[in-house]
Nanobody, 124 residues
Framework: QVQLVESGGGLVQAGDSLRVSCAAS????????MGWFRQAPGKEREFVAA????????RYADSVKGRFTISRDVAKNTVYLQMNSLKPEDTAVYYC?????????????????WGQGTQVTVSS
């Protein structure tokens, strides 16, 4: 089993930057792809970013491309999402996910493990 714990969410202003983190425990996930989804109130969950297990391939939603960067620290079993030039429409609960198959994350076919989420609020 894998436990994912997100941290780093908060309230920021439009144009600010924020980095959220996801620490994995319970199992070594160096062979797992990891990613982020988000869900805003009243909206469907949407894919944000994904990174493969070696960390040399990434995917992004068009809405965040050029502003968000996903990275991972294998030694720390941690994945990060650096969010720059934040907009009010980025306000959502951000969920960390992990799955052995990279495509299952960015294709949104149902990642195997999910965290509890961290709230990111961007004020205008």
């Amino acid at each position: 089993q894998v436990q994912l714990v997100e941290s780093g969410g908060g309230l920021v202003q439009a144009g600010d930057s924020l980095r959220v983190s996801c620490a994995a425990s319970g199992r070594i996930i160096s062979g797992f792809a990891m990613g982020w989804f988000r869900q805003a109130p009243g909206k469907e969950r949407e894919f944000v970013a994904a990174i493969n297990s070696p960390g040399d391939s990434t995917r992004y939603a068009d809405s965040v491309k050029g502003r968000f960067t996903i990275s991972r620290d294998v030694a720390k079993n941690t994945v990060y999402l650096q969010m720059n030039s934040l907009k009010p429409e980025d306000t959502a609960v951000y969920y960390c996910v992990a799955d052995p198959i990279f495509g299952r994350i960015y294709g949104d076919y149902g990642a195997r493990f999910w965290g509890q989420g961290t709230q990111v609020t961007v004020s205008s």
